[in-house]
């Protein structure tokens, strides 16, 4: 099937074995027949879910919605637990995957790949490892993830802590002891209000540092229910159908037009039933314009400020913990189980980095001010350079050299938020300027993937072997993208949405806010098309071979 030009050493190379990179060597190395080179940089697979073994990690989409739809017997077969999957039996799933499909064999794990540079004569990518190994590949797809290169703390001192250190993003496998100590935690992101719970359990005393409050709404888990399962097995695939038609790629189908044209009562019985429900149905299948409409926003903003009132007994620490100035869903909406409750606890503080922010980590603990917080153990939940950060590391560069840097040097560029023009034959699975975090990760996978393999194989039906998109089509595929993102509150935002929460990092839009539904039909017309905004070519080398 395969047409390979003879520089390269496999047809393609991917990075990452997570949910991009599994899926990704599935389709090619068995379905396309096409010879593939996986780089994992963790020992095993698993991706986010190898990495991140905080105590309380878990999904956020309902286990039988956040699993792959590409083979009918995996779906069949894998029982879940729990509603909301916790990160073990994520990663058990991944690892039975890996063994069903007998993946591990073709991926490369405790490598990470520190260089990608395009070779313009042969039209192959150079693939440098930390180990030294060079590989040259047709095509490159990183499904490197969004979230998983964490952000550097603003403030200085940590290696001269004394105690214990611990990153969410990057945890021991074999897990850590509070018992009896005094821990800090630094952040409260999606990460920090899965811990706090767990650590204030065990811990002697707990101090949280916090920048800004979340909007945190109930996960609403438990034991999975085996007739729900039942019924959804038995009709999954009207169900993932139902599920790629919907904005966040769950099948919910509640939503009110608008939050404005009900009475309060109203409101707040609809407020109450999609808080009680939990997931992110409070978020997304209340009321349509709640991110549209500051007034609207407004009302669900300030229902979730009364019930964390309700539920922290310090008044002191309710205010520190309930979120003003920005709009709720304007940052990635975190579900908790019992996390305001922590607050609770007398052996539990709070402590706002914001108006007084940190100074530094010394040898004892954290200073603040003129005080110092002496602790045994910090643990970092500051957050993750995100959406573009991944691709940075890897030193991407396109024709002639140019660096992915220097090209994003004012945000992200890209057609589809998949590929860059001037970095041919380049996919970013799940990449900047497509629904990816706004969206259910395994179904965005798939349909990514997807898109890059289809596009493979039509080059090689044809006797093609590139594939870029024109510079008009990504000017205006990122002229869309921010226009959308303008209609909604989201700009007005300081988030990782925006590149906000890194200092020096462009401020731009990182996600396509149209919806799945939407950008799906979008690339389907891009397809039917021809690949329409893309340009298509034999590669140099070859052409000058015909020539001469």
């Known amino acids: 099937m395969s047409k390979p030009i003879s520089s390269a050493d496999v047809d393609v190379v991917v990075v990452g074995a997570g949910f991009a990179g599994l899926y990704a060597l599935r389709k090619l190395r068995d379905t396309m027949k096409l010879s593939t080179r996986v780089f994992e ?20 989409i309902e286990s039988v919605h956040y699993s792959y739809s590409f083979d009918e017997d995996l779906q069949q077969e894998w029982q879940w637990s729990e509603k909301f999957a916790g990160q073990p039996e994520i990663l058990r799933y991944l690892e039975h995957v890996a063994d069903r499909f007998d993946l591990r064999k073709d ?24 180990d030294g190994a060079v590989v040259r590949s047709r095509y490159f797809i990183s499904g490197a993830g969004n979230l998983s ?43 920090g209000i899965q811990a706090i719970p767990f650590i204030a359990e065990d811990a002697a005393e707990l101090v949280v540092f916090q920048r800004t409050p979340n909007f945190a709404t109930p996960l609403g888990n438990g034991p999975i229910d085996p007739n729900e399962v039942a019924d959804i097995k038995s009709n999954y695939a009207d169900v993932r159908n139902a599920a790629r038609n919907h904005f966040l790629g769950v099948p919910f189908t509640q939503v009110q037009p608008s939050a404005l044209a009900v009475d309060a009562e109203e409101r707040r019985r609809t407020f109450d039933e999609r808080w009680n429900a939990g997931g992110f149905r409070l978020f997304i299948d209340s009321y349509q314009d709640i991110l549209f409409d500051k007034k609207a926003n407004d009302t669900i903003a300030d229902y979730i400020r009364d019930r964390i009132h309700e539920r922290v007994q310090d008044p002191e620490k309710a205010a520190t913990l309930a979120p003003t100035g920005y709009a709720y869903g304007t940052k990635r909406p975190p579900l908790e189980t019992n ?22 980590i010394t040898e004892t603990g954290v200073r603040v001010g003129d005080r110092t917080y002496e602790v045994d153990t910090i643990v970092l939940a500051t957050g993750f350079d995100a959406m573009t950060g991944p691709l940075m590391a890897m030193d991407i560069r396109g024709r002639g050299g140019l660096p992915l840097a220097e090209k994003w040097e004012h945000g992200p560029k890209t057609y589809l938020g998949i590929m860059v023009n001037e970095f041919p034959n380049l ?53 869309l993208t921010n226009d959308i993102a303008n209609q909604t509150l989201l700009p007005e935002t300081n988030s990782w949405y925006m590149g906000a ?25 891009v397809v039917a098309g021809g690949y329409s905004g893309f340009a298509l070519s034999r590669a140099e080398a070859r052409v000058a071979s015909t020539v001469s």
């Open 41 to 60: 940089a963790g020992s095993d697979v698993g991706g986010t879910w190898f990495w991140n073994r905080y105590p309380g990690a878990r999904c956020d």
């Open 149 to 191: 290169v964490p952000k550097t703390p603003e403030f200085g001192g940590i290696d001269n802590f004394r105690g214990e250190v611990l990153l969410t993003g990057n945890w021991p496998r074999e897990g850590a002891d509070f018992t009896g100590k005094r821990v800090a935690v630094i952040g409260t992101g999606a990460s």
């Open 107 to 130: 991926i490369t794990f405790d490598t990470r790949v520190v260089g990608v540079h395009w070779d313009d004569e042969n039209s192959v990518w150079t693939v440098r490892t930390d």
């Open 427 to 479: 996919f970013l699975i799940t990449g900047p300027q497509s629904p990816s975090v706004l969206y259910n990760m395994p179904l965005a996978i798939e349909d990514h993937v997807d898109f890059a393999t289809d596009a493979i194989d039509y080059l090689d039906r044809r006797d093609l072997d590139v594939i870029e998109p024109t510079a008009q089509a990504e000017s205006d595929w990122g002229a």
């Open 501 to 525: 929460n890194i200092p020096g990092k462009p401020r731009a839009c990182m996600v396509y806010l149209g919806g799945a539904p939407t950008y799906r039909a979008t690339c389907d017309e």
């Open 339 to 360: 996390y305001y409750e922590a607050f609770n606890r007398d052996s539990v503080s709070v402590v706002d980095v914001k108006s007084t922010p940190i100074d530094e």
